[in-house]
């Protein structure tokens, strides 16, 4: 009886290994939802348990951009290396209660991301309840 509970508890425990294993963690081609082209990559990465994204290439401007519409310490500085997502958390089976910011117009909205399979992720910005605002997909670049 108790090899058998312990085979069901080791199945159990394998099987549910590739729920856990996903993660943001990687880089992401980001696409204009208005446009629907791609227009840069954005490497997420974990930092003292909170997840951050990175602008680390942009797909449609010069490298040496600047965030003109950026507000306070960023305004002025390349994108190219810019946080634009920040302080993202686990929660149940994605990752919430961020912040993202667009660099095209400076406005920053609360954030949560999930994975939609390995390599799709859904990123929605939104202002005060999650009814308001528009979710992104974005690709996992190999």
């Excluded at 629907?36 to 003292?48: D, F, L």
């Amino acid at each position: 009886m108790k090899l058998k509970h312990l085979l069901f508890l080791s199945a159990l425990f394998f099987l549910s290994l590739p729920l856990t294993a996903q993660s943001p963690v990687g880089v992401w081609k980001t696409i204009d939802d208005e446009t629907g082209e791609a227009k840069s990559y954005v490497e997420i990465y974990q930092e003292n348990g909170k997840f951050y994204g990175k602008i680390v290439k942009l797909l449609q401007s010069a490298p040496d951009k600047k965030c003109d519409a950026c507000p306070g310490d960023k305004k002025g500085k390349p994108l190219m290396g810019m946080v634009v997502l920040w302080d993202l958390k686990p929660y149940k089976d994605y990752w919430s209660y961020g912040e993202i910011m667009d660099p095209n117009n400076g406005k920053t909205y609360s954030c949560s991301i999930w994975l939609e399979d390995e390599n799709t992720l859904k990123v929605r910005g939104y202002l005060g309840m999650s009814l308001l605002g528009r979710t992104q997909v974005w690709y996992r670049v190999k």
